[in-house]
């Protein structure tokens, strides 16, 4: 079975989709992070302690683990708690553009000029970004066009 972040939740049942949801609505996912090789997590037991949950991937996940004793599927709800929270991050980042885009087009054109300028300084990517892309495309000045 592969996963990925937009079909897991047609490929995984959904009882064990129900508890991921819930776990993640109870806080019980803790240390969310991207590895090198995917992503790792916390997810809080309802005993007592945390099992230690892994993803092999970052858009398309072929592998993953889990500590937890489950054995009667190959998801278990602590996976699927993960994946709800990696797929909330993308929510939160596409809310963030969202909001950012409509702030920057409220702005007058002075107003985003100085946005722009400031994240140029602020931002040594941005800044390489934008020579890379647009620097070629300004056009020449033509000489004789008269
Ligand atoms: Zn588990």
Redesign the pocket.
């Known amino acids: 079975m592969v996963l990925t972040r937009e079909n897991f939740e047609q490929k995984i049942h959904a009882i064990i989709l129900d508890r991921g949801k819930e776990y993640l609505l109870r806080d019980m996912v803790g240390n969310l992070e991207q590895t090198t090789d995917g992503w790792k997590a916390t997810?809080k037991s309802e005993s007592s302690g945390a099992?230690q949950?892994r993803l092999f991937g970052k858009e398309t996940f072929e592998d993953w683990d889990?500590?937890?004793p489950?054995d009667h599927g190959p998801v278990?709800?602590?996976?699927a708690a993960v994946l709800y929270a990696i797929q909330q991050i993308d929510v939160y980042e596409k809310e963030e553009i969202a909001m950012t885009n409509e702030h920057i087009e409220q702005l007058d054109n002075a107003g985003k000029i100085e946005v722009l300028q400031d994240a140029i300084v602020q931002l040594p990517e941005l800044r390489q970004f934008i020579l890379k892309r647009y620097y070629r495309s300004i056009p020449e000045e033509k000489e004789g066009n008269s």
């Open positions: 997810v099992y949950v889990c500590t937890c489950f278990c709800k602590h996976i």
